[in-house]
């Protein structure tokens, strides 16, 4: 047993049931990257128990042997939201140790939802955060670039999506192939205050990572389906005939903060369909959330999936597994 940031013990291998499709239902191609927490460790706690308490929202990614690993702290609406981001290192892809603590009032928000983890061409570190806007549904995205990854100021931070009135958005996937970068943004509707929970994700292209050009609608719900509520792109892998993006679904505004993994593919980045006619993993504990997976390509071949998972109490807890 070791501690994590909150200082609270942290036990492997809780809650292990999940709902795994089968091949009939969605091709065996894709079954290797399917989340299973029977297979996986707690790779971070939530800073309390019980519902609104959170640590998820993952984005990972590979420096030389090590990984680093950003992560969303939350806790309930009224007691601070999402509080900070933590930017943590780890030799084994387990145990992480925390490098930087980037805090919600050092960005001037009310909240702050998942970071993304990117590497530049020459080699620069860049975080992307979701920012919510206090005293209202906006979200947009900033973004901050060191040498290193425990060396962000975000005293030094550019608005690189800034939504506007009608749309927040917040989220992002973000891919650099070659010299090209692609980004799947989750989009909601600020219009109807009534319907603001609804999500799609949006596609957009750009040659540096900081000016994007949008292309419209890569995934969208499905009305009558699981997902029908609104779909969030959580990553994407570019195989050689095809895309493979793996997204959170709901169906109800009820399920907001508890959406369910499924995926996508497409033969663009930018035209991804959903399969199957279920969630393809979920938590066995109420509420059932098990969402933002991401799948993290090794050195050595292997692949990381984290995730985060809802727990018996109602809290969410970050989870990893090795395949």
């Not at 670039?145 to 992002?172: I, M, N, Q, Y």
């Not at 109807?192 to 995934?219: I, K, N, V």
Request: proline share 8%.
């Amino acid at each position: 047993m070791t501690r994590d940031l909150a200082g609270l013990p942290r036990h492997r291998n809780e809650s292990p049931i999940v709902h795994i499709v089968t091949s009939a239902e969605h091709p065996t191609r894709t079954d290797g990257f399917l989340p299973d927490p029977a297979r996986s460790v707690v790779a971070v706690l939530p800073p309390a128990d019980g519902p609104g308490a959170w640590a998820g929202g993952p984005s990972a990614a590979c420096d030389g042997t090590d990984i680093v690993l950003a992560y969303r702290l939350r806790r309930p609406a009224g007691q601070g939201r999402g509080f900070a981001v933590v930017i943590a290192r780890s030799s084994d892809g387990e145990t992480f140790s925390p490098i930087q603590t980037i805090t919600k009032d050092q960005m001037n928000a009310e909240s702050l939802e998942r970071p993304v983890l990117a590497v530049t061409a020459d080699g620069a570190w860049r975080l992307y955060l979701s920012c919510a806007t206090w005293g209202t549904k906006h979200w947009r995205v900033e973004v901050l670039e060191a040498s290193a990854p425990d060396a962000f100021d975000p005293e030094r931070r550019t608005v690189v999506l800034p939504g506007d009135s009608t749309r927040a958005v917040k989220d992002p996937v973000i891919k650099r192939v070659g010299s090209r970068w692609h980004m799947w943004a989750c989009v909601h509707p600020l219009a109807d205050p009534e319907h603001t929970d609804r999500m799609w994700s949006d596609y957009a292209t750009s040659t540096d990572g900081l000016d994007w050009s949008w292309h419209g609608p890569a995934l969208l719900p499905r009305a009558g389906h699981w997902d029908e509520r609104g779909v969030r792109v959580t990553d994407v892998r570019f195989e050689p005939t095809e895309v493979v993006a793996y997204y959170d679904g709901r169906a109800t505004a009820a399920e907001n903060f508890e959406e369910r993994t499924g995926f996508a593919v497409g033969s663009a980045p930018g035209a991804l369909s959903a399969v199957g006619a279920h969630p393809a993993a979920q938590s066995a504990a109420p509420g059932h959330g098990l969402r933002y997976l991401t799948v993290l390509p090794l050195p050595d071949g292997r692949t990381r999936l984290y995730y985060e998972l809802t727990r018996a109490d109602g809290a969410h807890e970050l989870r990893t597994e090795l395949r």
